[in-house]
């Protein structure tokens, strides 16, 4: 093999980031940063302090939990009625006999 396209190899697989066509700034930038640019965007006449993006950002990680958290509830739930029906077993249902 080629020396020089060894040593180029092993720069590009010791510094994968030299692969990416976004500049290094841009992989670096924050969450919070990204986040106070779209709302600057979209409100230009307010002021953004640190509380607010914080408390946006803290908002913005419950509904994300909740929605994962809503996401296995609603798959354990399925996967119990499936079960259920594939064994044909509905031990929650109770019939009532009338005399």
Not at 35 to 63: A, C, H, M, P
Not at 93 to 98: A, E, G, K, L, V
Request: one cysteine or more; aromatic letters at 10%.
């Amino acid at each position: 093999m080629n020396k020089a396209f060894d040593a180029d190899m092993a720069k590009i697989i010791a510094n994968p980031h030299l692969m990416s066509n976004v500049p290094s700034r841009q992989m670096d930038e924050k969450f919070t940063d990204k986040l106070r640019k779209i709302i600057q965007s979209e409100y230009r006449n307010i002021y953004l302090n640190e509380k607010f993006i914080n408390d946006v950002t803290r908002f913005i990680g419950d509904k994300i939990k909740d929605v994962c958290m809503e996401n296995e509830i609603i798959e354990c739930v399925n996967s119990l009625v499936e079960r259920c029906i594939a064994e044909n077993t509905f031990g929650f249902f109770i019939q009532r006999r009338f005399l």
